[in-house]
Each structure stands twice: as structure tokens, then as C-alpha cells.
């Protein structure tokens, strides 16, 4: 048994908490979830943890074995070449680094040490499947899945839908911005943390670093522009024709998938309609606790419909915050513009369906995404829209901080 490769590919990839004897509790076929994966991606990866896995017990030969069959179903996967690089030289010299025959990897291997890293620490996770997001409160019947991507562990989620009860499908190693999170300004490389939209597939002819396919996000979106953040053009997308994937920091912005994994997520996102929640550091609850969080903002809503029907003027403006903004017009202007249609009394009918809730992944404030069809019909205006809102709980209290048309 080579030592020197068994602890640098697994305590020199970085540091980490756990060790070579830690790992070897765990059986590979513990560590392996069955997701609906493409075929290609399951076997990817199943064999690179299995290969990696075979060298913490001292299987180096059957580790090169794996990862050989491995490279023959996807001979562009550059960490896979890397580890075979690695077993290949073990077998003349003592290795001292992971994928460098000496302490000072260069940025390339670097950035393959953290892409093992993550695809390892994933298969070690405690992870309960039956758990969800904490920002998963009430998609609509329409959303038949839901997107969650987790940038600290570079890693997707994806869930359907069913009589509003969200369920795991799979999860998908992912590639986020060359300089990580918080997008804030054009060409700054990172990528965005909110509640986005993936538009349909994009039909133009696209360079190859995009892969075979992309699928835009609405950033910047509301609360972007609200915050003054800039820049366009993140999506979901692919990687190049000669890589299997990337590392897990390596994009201009947009969260990017391998080939095998973007196509098995393309009749999802072809309806142009999938929600799309960006993260970091994802918390999991147990489901009835979403429940009750869902039904208290459920309340929320129903409340400010029923005092807008009324035209209680002096209630319906109370469910909105003095922060509150639309489209440049302050709780000021909107508070006077409502007093002064609302003086009239006219008799109004509004009806809400369709309405979905997601919390925001906003570390500063409890915020949350409210999306519906809105019909509206009064004496002198009859009007079908799609409506967006933004509630923040203030003081334990829900508030709309923004309204308009989404």
C-alpha cells in the first residue's frame, strides 16, 4: 500500500474534517443514493468516489482499474485523469501531493483538488433525503419542479412537485463564479444568490464554452434592481466539448453542469417557467416545519386580499412596509395614490390563483417571494395579470416591501 497517495489524495486535497480512517467506515454502497441521473452521470461519478475510496483502503490496482473503466465512458473528465495520473506514478515514487509530484500544485490542480473535494464530501454527507430547503415554502401547480442550488457545497437539487407536497429527485455537482457568490456589477464574476426563473432554451448558435445548451435566469430581478446590482447574462448552461466538468469556482457568474446532467434537466427546464433558488450554505428542516411557516405567510396574504376587497384603506395600507417601493414609487406616493381610488368605494372583485411562496436566500432580513394571477375586475377596470411581491417579516410581522407585474 502506497501511504503517501492514500493521504495526499484524501487529507492533501485540502484540509478537511475527516481522514482516510474515518472514510473507510463507511461501505460504497452506503454512500451511494440512486438518484434519477443520466446514465453516464451516475456511473461518473459513482466511479470516481468508488476509485478514490479503493485508494483510502489500499486498492490502488483495483482503484486504477475503476478509474480506467471510468475514463473509458468519459475520457474528457479531468479529475478522473488526474487520479489515474496519480496511481499510474504511485506505482514507481512516494507521492507526497495530490495530482503534483511535489507540495506545490499548480492552480489547475488546485482547482481539482476542490472539485474531489466537494464530490467527495457530498457522498460522506448525513444529507436526509426526506428533509427539504429551508426556502422551499409553496410552489404552484404549475411549477412541476423546483430548482435549489447550495453554491458552498457546489452542488443542485432538484424536487417535483405533487399535490403540493415537493419531493427529491436528484442532485447534480455544479460550477459556480470564478469569485464566488454575491453578484453585484457587471463582469465581477460571481454569481448571483436569490429567487430566479429559468427562461426556455436559448436557439441561437453558442460558443462551445456554454456546452450544448443554456437556459437564461432573470437576473437581475426585482430585488436586484431594488439593491442597484448590475449585469446580465447569467444562466444555466453546459460545459466545453473537450471537458466533462469544471472546477467548482470557474464560471463568469452563471451555474454551469455537465453535459449528461444539463440534458437530463432539459424537459424541466423547457417549460421556461422552473424556479430557480441560488444559495449558500442550504439549511434543512423537516417538512412540517416548512408547513407551519407556509401557513402563517398564507394567512399573510389572504388577510391584505381581504382587506383590499373591503377597501379598509387604513388596514390594506397596513400590510405594507414604510420601506415598501414600486417601480420608483415610494410608501409614500402608493399610500396616497390608494387613499385617493379607494375614497370612491366602488364595489371591486379580485381573485387570486396560481400563487406560489419561496423564502429568499437574503442573510439580513427574513424575506420571501410571492408569485399569482391576479384578476381584477371593477366598475371601470377589468385586468388579468401575473403579480409578484416581496414580504418581509418586520417587528414578527409579514410586509409587502415590493409590488408589480412579474
Given at each position: 500500500m502506497n501511504k503517501g497517495l492514500t493521504y495526499a489524495l484524501l487529507a492533501a486535497i485540502t484540509v478537511l474534517p475527516w481522514n482516510a480512517t474515518a472514510i473507510n467506515r463507511y461501505s460504497f454502497s452506503r454512500l451511494l443514493p440512486k438518484p434519477a441521473l443520466s446514465a453516464v452521470a451516475e456511473l461518473a461519478e459513482d466511479l470516481l468516489v468508488k476509485s478514490l475510496l479503493e485508494i483510502t483502503q489500499g486498492k490502488n490496482q483495483q482503484a486504477l482499474a475503476t478509474i480506467e473503466q471510468l475514463l473509458r465512458s468519459t475520457p474528457n473528465f479531468k479529475l478522473a485523469n488526474l487520479v489515474r495520473g496519480?496511481?499510474?506514478?504511485?506505482?514507481?515514487?512516494?507521492?507526497?501531493?495530490?495530482?503534483?509530484?511535489?507540495?506545490?500544485?499548480?492552480?489547475?490542480?488546485?482547482?481539482?483538488?476542490?472539485?474531489?473535494?466537494?464530490?467527495?464530501?457530498?457522498?460522506?454527507?448525513?444529507?436526509?433525503?426526506?428533509?427539504?430547503?429551508?426556502?422551499?415554502?409553496?410552489?404552484?401547480?404549475?411549477?412541476?419542479?423546483?430548482?435549489?442550488?447550495?453554491?458552498?457545497?457546489?452542488?443542485?437539487?432538484?424536487?417535483?412537485?405533487?399535490?403540493?407536497?415537493?419531493?427529491?429527485?436528484?442532485?447534480?455537482?455544479?460550477?459556480?463564479?470564478?469569485?464566488?457568490?454575491?453578484?453585484?456589477?457587471?463582469?465581477?464574476?460571481?454569481?448571483?444568490?436569490?429567487?430566479?426563473?429559468?427562461?426556455?432554451?436559448?436557439?441561437?448558435?453558442?460558443?462551445?464554452m456554454y456546452g450544448d445548451a443554456a437556459y437564461p435566469l432573470n437576473y437581475p430581478n426585482e430585488w436586484d434592481r431594488l439593491h442597484n446590482r448590475k449585469g446580465s447574462g447569467i444562466w444555466l448552461h453546459g460545459t466545453p466539448s473537450n471537458t466533462y466538468s469544471r472546477a467548482p469556482r470557474a464560471s463568469d457568474g452563471c451555474v454551469v453542469l455537465t453535459k449528461p446532467d444539463l440534458n437530463a434537466l432539459a424537459p424541466i427546464l423547457q417549460t421556461g417557467t422552473t424556479p430557480v433558488i441560488i444559495a449558500n450554505n442550504l439549511q434543512w428542516l423537516e417538512a412540517n416545519k416548512i408547513s407551519t411557516e407556509k401557513q402563517a405567510l398564507k394567512e399573510a396574504v389572504d388577510n391584505w386580499l381581504f382587506d383590499w376587497q373591503s377597501q379598509n384603506t387604513s388596514k390594506y395600507l397596513a400590510h405594507y412596509s414604510q420601506d415598501f417601493s414600486s417601480n420608483g414609487i415610494n410608501y409614500k406616493q402608493w399610500s396616497d395614490h390608494k387613499t385617493s381610488v379607494q375614497a370612491t368605494k366602488a364595489k371591486i372583485d379580485i381573485a387570486l390563483s396560481d400563487i406560489s411562496m419561496f423564502a429568499y436566500p437574503d442573510t439580513t432580513k427574513k424575506l420571501v417571494v410571492v408569485d399569482f394571477m391576479q384578476d381584477y375586475s371593477s366598475p371601470n377596470l377589468n385586468n388579468k395579470m401575473q403579480k409578484r411581491q416581496y414580504w418581509i417579516l418586520e417587528n414578527n410581522t409579514w410586509k409587502i416591501i415590493y409590488e408589480g407585474a412579474a
Open positions: 496519480d496511481l499510474l506514478m504511485a506505482q514507481g515514487k512516494h507521492l507526497q501531493a495530490f495530482g503534483s509530484a511535489d507540495n506545490n500544485p499548480n492552480e489547475a490542480i488546485k482547482d481539482l483538488q476542490d472539485e474531489a473535494r466537494v464530490r467527495i464530501e457530498r457522498y460522506l454527507s448525513n444529507a436526509n433525503q426526506a428533509k427539504l430547503p429551508n426556502l422551499l415554502l409553496a410552489p404552484n401547480p404549475q411549477q412541476s419542479h423546483v430548482i435549489v442550488v447550495d453554491t458552498d457545497k457546489s452542488r443542485l437539487y432538484l424536487y417535483k412537485n405533487e399535490h403540493e407536497n415537493l419531493t427529491y429527485v436528484a442532485d447534480y455537482y455544479i460550477t459556480v463564479g470564478k469569485n464566488g457568490i454575491d453578484k453585484q456589477t457587471e463582469g465581477d464574476k460571481r454569481t448571483p444568490i436569490g429567487v430566479y426563473f429559468a427562461g426556455k432554451k436559448i436557439t441561437r448558435p453558442l460558443a462551445d
